[in-house]
C-alpha cells in the first residue's frame, strides 16, 4: 500500500538553528511529492513540491527539500529557523497520473527563543 | 488564495443528528476533496469529485456522504453524526500548475459531536 511517513512526531528547535524534518515514502513509481505547513487554526499552505528533474527543491520562507531516490525520502530543511515557523508540518504524496494525496501524520516543530 | 470558502467555520452538534458542510470554490475546478483532520493521522481522504455529479470515496468514507450538483459547491454530509466524526474537515480543491497538479485547501471547518 501506498504509504508516507514522517517519522518525528514532535521537533523542537533554537531560533536561529538550522532544522530537518524528516519524510519517507513507500510508493510503487517515484511519486510527486509535497510539503505543508499550518499554523494553529489555520488551514494547509503548499511551501514547495517536486515533480521531477533537479532534486534539491526551494519553496516559500526559505525552505527547501531535497528528493532522494535511494532512500525515498524528502526531507524538508531550513538554514535558520524562525519563531514564526513553528507549526506543524505534512509531508504529502500522490501518484504521477492521481488526483489524490496521501498525507503522513505530521510534525510539530517548536521553536525555542 | 484558492477561492475556496467553507461553511460552517465551526460547529458543536448533537450525536445522531445530521450535519452538512459546504464547500464553495470560485475558480471552476474540476477536481474537489473533503479530507478529515485526526492528530497523528494527518489529513485523510473522505470523498472526492471529478465533475457535477461524478463522486467517488475516499480512505475514510463510511458514515458519510457528499454532493455535487454544481461545479462550485462540493457538499459534505454526515447522515446522523458520531462522536468519533469530531474532527476537521478540510476541502481542497486541485488547480494544475505548470507539469502536475497542486492541491490546494480551504481554511478548514472544526466540527464537535457532543
Known amino acids: 500500500a501506498q504509504s508516507v511517513t514522517q517519522p518525528d512526531i514532535h521537533i523542537t528547535v533554537s531560533e536561529g538553528a538550522s532544522l530537518e524534518l524528516r519524510c519517507n515514502y513507500s510508493?510503487?513509481?517515484?511519486?510527486?511529492l509535497f510539503w505543508y505547513v499550518q499554523s494553529p487554526g489555520q488551514g494547509l499552505q503548499l511551501l514547495l513540491k517536486?515533480?521531477?528533474?533537479?532534486?534539491l527543491v526551494q519553496g516559500i520562507k526559505g525552505f527547501e527539500a531535497e528528493f532522494k531516490r535511494s532512500q525515498s525520502s524528502f526531507n524538508l530543511r531550513k538554514p535558520s529557523v524562525h519563531w514564526s515557523d513553528a507549526a506543524e508540518y505534512f509531508c504529502?504524496?500522490?501518484?504521477?497520473?492521481?488526483?489524490?494525496?496521501?498525507f503522513g501524520g505530521g510534525t510539530r516543530l517548536m521553536v525555542k527563543p | 488564495d484558492a477561492g475556496i470558502t467553507q461553511s460552517p467555520r465551526h460547529k458543536v452538534t448533537e450525536t445522531g443528528t445530521p450535519v452538512t458542510l459546504r464547500c464553495h470554490q470560485t475558480?471552476?475546478?474540476?477536481?474537489m476533496y473533503w479530507y478529515r483532520q485526526d492528530p497523528g493521522h494527518g489529513l485523510r481522504l473522505i470523498h472526492y469529485?471529478?465533475?457535477?455529479?461524478?463522486?467517488d470515496k475516499g480512505e475514510v468514507s463510511d458514515g458519510y456522504s457528499v454532493s455535487r450538483s454544481k461545479t462550485e459547491d462540493f457538499l459534505l454530509t454526515l447522515e446522523s453524526a458520531t462522536s468519533s466524526q469530531t474532527s476537521v474537515y478540510f476541502c481542497?480543491?486541485?488547480?494544475?500548475?505548470?507539469?502536475?497538479?497542486?492541491?490546494?485547501f480551504g481554511e478548514g471547518s472544526w466540527l464537535t459531536v457532543v
Open positions: 517536486y515533480f521531477s528533474g533537479d532534486t
Open positions: 481542497a480543491i486541485s488547480r494544475t500548475l505548470g507539469a502536475g497538479n497542486t492541491i490546494y
Open positions: 475558480e471552476n475546478h474540476r477536481y
Open positions: 469529485s471529478y465533475g457535477v455529479k461524478d463522486t
Open positions: 510508493y510503487g513509481a517515484t511519486p510527486y
Open positions: 504529502a504524496a500522490r501518484q504521477e497520473a492521481g488526483n489524490m494525496l496521501t
